[in-house]
């Protein structure tokens, strides 16, 4: 069984700054992608930042230039460093993982975290 935490939202004022966090625990072989999603208004899952198991990254146009995804392997965390923020990015966010659960098959299984609000005050 793998589990995502998540931490690190709240509420900032427009402009400001928030670090969320997600950690991986239990028993698992590696962690392939690891990306965040957000919520949309319409409860559908929107991409806003990937990271792959060798450090390349991609992010929603909407977010470019300020947002910054990375990942420490030793620690099997994901991080989503969010400047210059607008109120516009309030949503609650949410960690993804694709995990290899065993070392002899290359399945990769979809994990969740619980999800964190960010609020962005105007």
């Known amino acids: 069984q793998v589990q995502l935490v998540e931490s690190g939202g709240g509420l900032v004022q427009a402009g400001g700054s928030l670090r969320l966090s997600c950690a991986a625990s239990g028993s698992f072989f590696s962690i392939n992608a690891m990306n965040w999603y957000r919520q949309t208004p319409g409860n559908q899952r929107e991409l806003v930042a990937h990271?792959?198991?060798?450090?390349?990254?991609n992010y929603a146009d909407s977010v470019k230039g300020r947002f910054t995804i990375s990942r420490d392997n030793a620690k099997n965390t994901v991080y989503l460093q969010m400047n210059s923020l607008k109120p516009e990015d309030t949503r609650v966010y949410y960690c993804?993982?694709?995990?290899?659960?065993?070392?002899?098959?290359?399945?990769?299984?979809?994990?969740w975290g619980q999800g964190t609000q960010v609020t962005v005050s105007s």
């Open positions: 993804y993982a694709a995990v290899r659960t065993d070392r002899y098959r290359e399945n990769e299984y979809a994990y």
């Open positions: 990271i792959s198991s060798g450090g390349i990254t």
